[in-house]
């Protein structure tokens, strides 16, 4: 059993920057597929960013087309926790922000809700224009 708590969410301006993070507990998060969803008011959840390791210290990360090249996911195993690093920042980013993992999830389904069996509670992130 996983259990994940997100942290760092807040208001900010756009163009500005956050850091999410997300603590994990259990005795194999090093070895969990782990991602960042996010929901705003009237949407679907949706998927943000993936990130897994094959072993080793080799690590694949997965991007929404809205995100790229503005947000990083990262993992400590050292500290048990997820990071999303969110640069310029847009009012359009505004949402619930939720950390989730699974033991295994099949390559092309990794930023898809259904794919993740664990779920934190979520972090509110507020873009002002």
């Known amino acids: 059993q996983v259990q994940l708590v997100e942290s760092g969410g807040g208001s900010v301006q756009a163009g500005g920057s956050l850091r999410l993070s997300c603590a994990a507990s259990?005795?194999?998060?090093?070895?969990?597929?782990m991602a960042w969803f996010r929901q705003a008011p009237g949407k679907e959840r949706e998927g943000v960013a993936a990130?897994?390791?094959?072993?080793?210290?080799?690590?694949?990360?997965y991007y929404a087309d809205s995100v790229k090249g503005r947000f990083t996911i990262s993992k400590d195993n050292t500290k048990n926790t997820l990071y999303l690093q969110m640069n310029s920042l847009k009012p359009e980013d505004t949402a619930v922000y939720y950390c989730?993992?699974?033991?295994?999830?099949?390559?092309?389904?990794?930023?898809?809700?259904?794919?993740?069996?664990?779920w934190g509670q979520g972090t509110q992130v507020t873009v002002s224009s």
């Open positions: 989730a993992a699974h033991s295994f999830v099949r390559d092309g389904f990794r930023l898809m809700r259904n794919a993740y069996k664990f």
């Open positions: 259990g005795p194999t998060y090093s070895n969990y597929y």
């Open positions: 990130i897994y390791t094959a072993g080793g210290s080799t690590y694949y990360t």
